[in-house]
Nanobody, 120 residues
Framework: QVQLVESGGGLVQAGGSLRLSCAAS????????MAWYRQAPGKRRELVAR???????TYADPVKGRFTISGDNVNKTVYLQMNSLKPDDTAVYYC??????????????WGQGTQVTVSS
């Protein structure tokens, strides 16, 4: 059974930094990609950053230049370094992992979410 355990959320003042971690267990196949999403109250869940197995990264426009996603394939852990945080970054942040079960078939998993609150 795949489990994603997130940590690192909390309360921080605007301009501060946080580092989120997500450790995946139970992964039996290769990882296709790992990502972070977020959902603010009353808003849809949105992609924050994505890291593919080839090392390519994608960032949402609001976080470009401030957030950095990185991963450790050996330990199956993904990180999100968040700098210059703004009140608009306040949200529940979710880890998302896709494993490649077989050709043309992937399975995706969500973490339980970790709250990030940025005060002004």
């Amino acid at each position: 059974q795949v489990q994603l355990v997130e940590s690192g959320g909390g309360l921080v003042q605007a301009g501060g930094s946080l580092r989120l971690s997500c450790a995946a267990s139970g992964i039996r196949f290769s990882i296709d990609s790992m990502a972070w999403y977020r959902q603010a109250p009353g808003k849809r869940r949105e992609l924050v950053a994505r890291l593919t197995d080839g090392g390519s990264t994608t960032y949402a426009d609001p976080v470009k230049g401030r957030f950095t996603i990185s991963g450790d394939n050996v330990n199956k852990t993904v990180y999100l370094q968040m700098n210059s945080l703004k009140p608009d970054d306040t949200a529940v942040y979710y880890c998302y992992v896709v494993q490649r079960v077989r050709l043309a078939y992937n399975e995706a998993y969500w973490g339980q979410g970790t709250q990030v609150t940025v005060s002004s």
